[in-house]
């Protein structure tokens, strides 16, 4: 099981990723290999996590990686870009900072962290921050979906409703005729109402498709 990264399941809510699911985790350290924290890295490793360290900042993180973690100072000192998109599908993204100042609150804020660690590295808190990060992030991906499906539904419901008053102003038909007849359309041509209506709406001559329609007296 691929426990972070994943894509979340509906399960997830009643499991959430526990400290036994840790080992599992694939762990980026962005950090300069001069400068960097090793603290970090071994505390990482004793906890079960795959640690890769890599600098400077990658164009973009393999597809397996959990969480990725960023000398957030280091970064800024040496003016490197840091590319990274806060999407459904990006790992989760925890800053190391040294010390709090505008310029890395500022970026810790555009780049929308997960969670935030301070230096110097204390073993207290780790994982704490790690479990709570990895879990927060996959309640984020669910809420994502279902608001993606949400808006795809209303999506699709305007699409008929608009399809429906086409066919009602056109054709002088009531709303129950109208969608009467997108159904029709939809079990000829074995389709989804959705598909055509987005077909009356395009400018299609969805009289030619024989389609009888059965009024009620």
Not at 196 to 214: A, P, T
Request: net charge neutral; proline share 5%; aromatic share 4%.
């Amino acid at each position: 099981m691929h426990v972070g990264r994943s894509e979340p399941l509906a399960s997830d809510k009643e499991n959430p990723v526990l400290i036994k699911d840790l080992r599992l985790l694939k762990i980026v350290l962005v950090q300069p290999e001069n400068g960097g924290d090793q603290a970090l890295r071994s505390h990482l490793e004793r906890i079960g996590c795959h640690v890769n360290e890599i600098w400077p900042p990658p164009a973009a993180y393999a597809e397996d990686v959990d969480i990725v973690f960023v000398m957030l100072d280091r970064l800024i000192e040496s003016r490197l870009t840091f590319n990274w998109q806060a999407d459904d599908h990006s790992p989760v993204l925890i800053a190391v900072i040294d010390y709090e100042n505008p310029l890395s609150i500022d970026r810790l804020l555009h780049l929308r962290v997960n969670a935030v660690i301070g230096l110097p590295i204390r073993p207290f808190g780790i994982l704490t921050n790690l479990l709570a990060a990895v879990n927060n992030h996959r309640r984020e991906q669910r809420l994502r979906q279902n608001l993606a499906r949400m808006q795809a539904k209303l999506e699709s419901c305007r699409l008929v409703e608009r399809a429906k008053l086409a066919i009602m102003l056109t054709d002088s038909q009531s709303e129950k005729e109208a969608y009467g007849v997108l159904r029709q359309m939809a079990m000829k041509r074995r389709t989804t109402v959705d598909m055509v209506s987005g077909e009356v709406l395009s400018g299609l001559n969805w009289r030619e498709e024989g389609v009888i329609l059965n009024r009620e007296e």
